[in-house]
């Protein structure tokens, strides 16, 4: 089993930039996928960023590309997403995810992701 704690979170103003940071610990995978997910007050959860742990590729949302920045540590066992040009609509609490261990393409699907951290708040003000 999988535990991740997320941290990184904040008030910004729009234009501002922020790093989440998503530490894991437990069981080791050989290949998973880790991803960054949203949720809006009243909106759905929403897949934002994904990465293996062998860091072969990542994937984003279109409102995101050229903004955010997914990345993986691997001797820090540390996902981030670095976050610039936030713009009030980036508003909502943030979640990291794993996949566990997979052989799949990493994607956005949350149902995909079976071990998920409590989330960090992230505030974007006009």
């Known amino acids: 089993q999988a535990q991740l704690v997320e941290s990184g979170g904040d008030s910004v103003q729009a234009g501002g930039s922020l790093r989440l940071s998503c530490r894991s610990s437990?069981?080791?995978?050989?290949?998973?996928?880790l991803g960054w997910f949203r949720r809006a007050p009243g909106k759905e959860r929403e897949g934002v960023a994904t990465?293996?742990?062998?860091?072969?590729?990542?994937t984003y949302i279109d409102s995101v590309k050229g903004r955010f920045t997914v990345s993986y540590d691997t001797a820090e066992r540390t996902l981030y997403l670095q976050m610039d040009s936030l713009k009030p609509e980036d508003s909502g609490m943030y979640f990291c995810a794993t996949t566990a261990g997979t052989f799949r393409d990493c994607d956005l699907r949350a149902d995909d992701y079976h071990y998920w951290g409590q989330g960090t708040q992230v505030t974007v003000s006009s």
């Open positions: 437990g069981r080791y995978y050989s290949r998973e996928c």
């Open positions: 990465i293996s742990n062998r860091r072969e590729g990542s």
